[in-house]
């Protein structure tokens, strides 16, 4: 069984950062691409950053400039590095993960983390 644990949400002030973490753990043998989505109340859940295995990243438009993504394939940890954060940037964010279970087994699945609450006011 895999698990994904984040951490790093938090309740920041307009223009301050946040830095969220995201581990992928268990039975495993590679990540391939991990990511961050977001949901705020009312609103479907939303892509904010994607990094696959060989670093090609994709960013939401409103987030390009002031978040970045960075992972370290060793651990198998993605990060999320939130600065000029705005009150748009309230949303429970989810880490994403896609990944090969074992070396014998072709087989390619898609976990979620549980969410981690980001909450920016002014």
């Known amino acids: 069984q895999v698990q994904l644990v984040e951490s790093g949400g938090g309740l920041v002030q307009v223009g301050g950062s946040l830095r969220l973490s995201c581990t992928a753990s268990g039975t495993l043998f590679r990540v391939n691409a991990m990511g961050w989505y977001r949901q705020a109340p009312g609103e479907q859940r939303e892509l904010v950053a994607h990094?696959?295995?060989?670093?090609?990243?994709t960013y939401a438009d409103s987030v390009k400039g002031r978040f970045t993504i960075h992972r370290d394939n060793a651990k198998n940890t993605v990060y999320l590095q939130m600065n000029s954060l705005k009150p748009e940037d309230t949303a429970v964010y989810y880490c994403?993960?896609?990944?090969?279970?074992?070396?014998?087994?072709?087989?390619?699945?898609?976990?979620w983390g549980q969410g981690t609450q980001v909450t920016v006011s002014s």
């Open positions: 990094i696959t295995r060989g670093g090609s990243i």
């Open positions: 994403n993960a896609e990944l090969r279970g074992s070396l014998a087994l072709m087989k390619v699945d898609t976990y």
